[in-house]
């Protein structure tokens, strides 16, 4: 059965951190690209980052660069986001997503939220 689990999420003040995790099961994770997104109220989802297969290259939404960094761990079927200098509009649900070829995997998702 195929699972993705996310995990982290919580409340922080503006200007702190998390650490978000997407623990996979069920497929093989290390053929997978994996992506995060987020979807905050009444917003439509958006990318957040992405991390090839191999975890050798990686992408960023504009206004997450420099402070979100994903990272993959193959051996531990993980994909992480550290997320820093958080703002309240970084406000959201947290999403995992695997993509090989057509076949594309969702989590349920990690609250985040960002007020003082």
């Known amino acids: 059965q195929v699972q993705l689990v996310e995990s982290g999420g919580g409340l922080v003040q503006p200007g702190g951190s998390l650490r978000l995790s997407c623990a996979a099961s069920g497929f093989t994770f290390s053929s997978y690209a994996m992506m995060w997104y987020r979807q905050a109220p009444g917003k439509a989802r958006e990318l957040v980052a992405t991390i090839t297969s191999t975890g050798d290259s990686t992408n960023y939404a504009d206004s997450m660069k420099g402070r979100f960094t994903i990272s993959r761990d193959n051996a531990k079927m993980t994909v992480y986001l550290q997320t820093n200098s958080l703002k309240p509009e970084d406000t959201a649900v947290y999403y995992c997503?695997?993509?090989?070829?057509?076949?594309?995997?969702w989590g349920q998702g990690t609250q985040v939220i960002v007020s003082s």
């Open positions: 997503k695997a993509v090989f070829s057509t076949i594309t995997y």
